[in-house]
């Protein structure tokens, strides 16, 4: 079942504005806006999928794969860049982000994780 949910995820994993993508070729540079986009299709898709007894691969394999290279990406961050403080960053508070970002990532494993065993 291709639900409207699921076609988003897929236009959105196969886009430039893919977080694990977009972070990957802009080397490292955070995208709130591709983060925000990814939280409300994956949480539209679990909800959608709520009474089917399995996801898609495509979603599952999200899952198992980008959002925990997005963490270990996110994880390794040391510092912001010059145009990071040029937005009002400093150190502390960038990493403060990422940290909030990784627990935010951290948290959406845990709801797919959940919804496996309801």
Known sequence: ???ESL???REYHASDEELFMYIRINAGKWNEESFT???RIVREVI????DEDHYPKIFINYFVLNIPSIIN???NFRGCTDEEIRMGYTQE???NMIAE???ELKKLQLEFQKSLWV
């Open 1 to 3: 079942m291709l639900t």
């Open 7 to 9: 076609q988003n995820f």
């Open 37 to 39: 986009k990814m939280k």
């Open 47 to 50: 909800k959608d999928y709520q």
């Open 73 to 75: 990406i996110l994880s």
């Open 93 to 95: 508070t960038y990493l």
């Open 101 to 103: 970002k990784i627990k």
